[in-house]
């Protein structure tokens, strides 16, 4: 992160604490984009991503990100909520400054490891750029069936109100490596975009 200003100081500490420790986190990061070939300088790291395994804790990590940031968005998907928390203070990952933090309340999925889990990129439509062909490309540009050591799972969730579409490409390692835990997810806009798009159409 950049130089912490003294008054933010304690916050990133308790945030390391529930979250895990950030350089980790990007070293594992950087394992999947150096293994599709993505260069994280050519585009921009969105916001990163925490999950849980409990309501209990996606409350007290709700009011912790409330002690210094702004709640961007809190919206309901797949009958769970999912907030968008903008940092006051960016922490610096992937050779940029980021800012936003996205927390979605568990479901029923279990995670080995709570904490940091995913990051997303934006890497935008080409002009006239369809959702399929975007998505094709994604596949064709780091070569995603080729690589035996990955999971890749494309969606497109649906969230009311939203008008921009969003189709993910989410890129994870296989169990056998030490980087599984984590995921890079592929979004051809960012959040801010995707939110103001709301309120202008």
């Given at each position: 992160m950049d130089k912490i200003i003294p008054q933010n100081a304690n916050f990133f500490e308790k945030m390391t604490a529930c979250f895990?420790?950030?350089?980790?986190?990007e070293q594992k990061i950087l394992q999947i984009t150096q293994t599709i070939g993505l260069d994280l300088s050519q585009f921009q790291i969105d916001h990163l991503a925490v999950?849980?395994?409990?309501?209990?804790?996606?409350l007290e990590w709700r009011d912790l990100l409330l002690e210094n940031a702004t709640l961007l968005k809190e919206s309901e998907v797949n009958g769970r909520p999912i907030g968008l928390f903008e940092l006051h203070q960016a922490v610096k990952f992937g050779g940029q400054f980021v800012k936003i933090v996205e927390?979605?309340?568990?479901k029923s999925k279990t995670y080995p490891v709570e904490?940091?889990?995913h990051i997303e990129v934006v890497v935008p439509f080409l002009e006239k750029e369809s959702v399929e062909a975007w998505i094709a490309r994604m596949i064709t540009t780091y070569q995603l069936d080729n690589?035996?050591?990955?999971?890749?799972k494309i969606s497109q969730?649906?969230?009311?109100?939203?008008?921009l579409p969003n189709p993910t490409v989410a890129i994870s390692m296989k169990a056998e490596t030490l980087c599984y835990n984590v995921c890079l997810k592929l979004h051809p806009y960012d959040i801010k975009s995707v939110i103001s798009s709301e309120?202008?159409?």
């Open positions: 895990g420790d950030l350089s980790q986190f999950r849980m395994n409990t309501v209990g804790t996606a927390l979605p309340f568990p904490g940091w889990e690589h035996l050591s990955l999971n890749v969730p649906e969230v009311t109100g939203e008008i309120t202008h159409f």
